[in-house]
């Protein structure tokens, strides 16, 4: 049977959220002594504190510090717990009291108390004595009257931490009952109308997790705030929120300053006032567990969040298809683009859940695909979605002509002209028949036929002369059959001399000539 030691429980007891979210400072009412856990009574203040009374100052062997009373202290306008006094003899006995929670009409009261009850301190069989729930109602005189055990309370596990909903029809509460997923999980139990209490039930996977969580606390709008030491938050017990009324969303840490390296519990908030109160035993503090409060400067955005991510093969052979774009779309709407790395693998994260999305795959010689995924009402899921793209028959039979047809005529020579001239020679038409070669049996090319001319006579002149051998070079290849709108002309004079032999450099005739020049290019 799993044990909960009172020290831990009383004493250290998916979504991190921003920093400087809210503004908090430690209260003048801590002590060296352990102080923690407030809960709301009207316009007062319940808490619970280990320092000395003169009635209860027995120490328990846990941390050798007095056992726990419940202190009630009004709270001034800076927050402040001021006036403090033991809250009640009644409720008061010489072992812990702690974490009190009051019905809205404070006739009320539910709170935790170590296994003693009528003057009987009882114990498990392995010999430790657990925590208990206890109920109390306010008597005629002001005083708290039939104090009753929780019947859900046993000697052999622990029961404590109770919270209520806020139409006070739920008592949430935490115990490491059999059931629990955990060291200590949260419980809920229907407050039936005839006042009995319907049975425990574990808040399951969305809250609860193999470690400990503790403190549960209902704010008026419904949002679950509570403590836990397993879901990789910054140390100790992290503080998280989570919607009671929303499965699908997973809870959201608080973040800095609420959480620390250290415990920080029992936070507790007044969501019209937007401040509160939490515990923790972070350095810097005055004793032990400090009472700290809070003003929250921006609420905690809670979400269904969900990731889409697969990877883009190749649907005829399965291989990974690298340099693929994969686009997102929520109905017409593109959220997002990206191009796939090496592995060939995409991801979305941030979905909300519930809802339809579109993702297409595009790369250059294959069709495009498309899947279509909807995504479910769970937290913090990843959804796997694979793309196949089908090779593209017709591109790539283009493509490869293309490249034949662009090797062929990379393999023919660059036509040149006699000085000042723009008629074809004969060792120039050789090259041009090849051309035409080329031409009659790619069907879908278009060329263009660029001209150049050496460097001497004007740079006008020049511009002209290039024209010329371009538009001599177009016209005989017409004359050899081919379409006259597959072909263009383009002169650039001597703008792009292929030596040295600019303006007013001395060179051979041989230099020249190379500049005197045709070349080709596919344009289509």
Request: aromatic share 10%.
């Amino acid at each position: 049977m799993k044990k909960i030691i009172l020290a831990l429980v009383f004493l250290s007891v998916g979504y991190v959220y921003g920093q400087d979210n809210y503004q908090i400072k430690n209260l003048e009412v801590n002590t060296k002594y352990s102080d923690f856990g407030v809960s709301y009574y009207g316009s007062d203040a319940i808490y619970a504190s280990s320092k000395p009374q003169d009635n209860k100052s027995r120490k328990n062997w846990t941390n050798g510090q007095p056992y726990l009373d419940l202190y009630r202290g009004l709270i001034d306008g800076t927050g402040e717990i001021i006036d403090s006094e033991s809250f009640s003899d009644q409720i008061d006995t010489k072992y812990h009291e702690s974490n009190a929670v009051f019905t809205k009409d404070l006739k009320t009261v539910y709170f935790t108390r170590n296994n003693y009850f009528d003057g009987d301190y009882r114990k498990d069989t392995l010999g430790w004595n657990n925590l208990k729930m206890f109920r109390a109602d306010v008597g005629d005189q002001g005083d708290w009257v039939n104090i009753t055990p929780m019947p859900f309370n046993d000697d052999n596990y622990s029961v404590g931490h109770p919270a209520l909903s806020p139409d006070e029809h739920t008592l949430y509460f935490i115990s490491d009952m059999p059931g629990s997923m955990g060291q200590t999980d949260i419980f809920s139990a229907a407050i039936n109308a005839d006042g009995s209490y319907g049975a425990p039930m574990n808040l399951g996977s969305q809250v609860n997790t193999y470690g400990k969580e503790m403190f549960p606390y209902v704010s008026q709008k419904g949002n679950l705030y509570f403590s836990s030491d397993s879901r990789g938050g910054q140390g100790g017990l992290d503080v998280y929120v989570v919607p009671l009324n929303n499965k699908s969303i997973a809870p959201v840490n608080l973040g800095s300053p609420i959480n620390s390296s250290q415990d920080d519990f029992a936070f507790i908030i007044n969501n019209e006032k937007k401040n509160g109160y939490f515990s923790s035993n972070r350095t810097g503090g005055k004793g032990d567990d400090d009472i700290y409060y809070f003003d929250e400067l921006k609420a905690p955005e809670m979400a269904c969040s969900q990731v889409i991510a697969g990877t883009v093969r190749d649907k005829s052979n399965g291989a990974l298809l690298p340099g693929a774009m994969v686009t997102l779309y929520k109905g017409s709407e593109k959220i997002e683009s990206i191009i796939v790395g090496a592995d060939a693998r995409f991801s979305f994260p941030k979905m909300d859940c519930a809802t339809s999305y579109r993702v297409t795959g595009d790369k250059e010689y294959y069709q495009g695909a498309e899947e279509t995924v909807t995504t479910t009402d769970e937290a913090d899921l990843e959804l796997g979605l694979d793309l196949n793209l089908n090779p593209d028959k017709a591109a790539i039979a283009a493509a490869e002509g293309l490249d034949r047809c662009q090797y062929a005529l990379d393999n023919i020579n660059t036509i040149y002209f006699d000085l000042d001239k723009y008629y074809i020679r004969p060792d120039a038409a050789i090259e041009l028949e090849k051309i035409v070669k080329v031409m009659n049996r790619c069907k879908d090319i278009k060329i263009e036929a660029r001209s150049h001319t050496d460097s001497r006579a004007s740079d006008a002149y020049n511009v002209t002369l290039s024209q010329n051998r371009a538009q001599s070079t177009v016209d005989y290849i017409v004359s050899r059959g081919i379409l006259a709108d597959r072909l263009t002309a383009k002169g650039f004079g001597e703008t792009q001399l292929v030596n040295r032999c600019s303006n007013g450099v001395k060179c051979s005739e041989g230099e020249h000539q190379v500049n005197r020049r045709t070349e080709f290019v596919i344009v289509r």
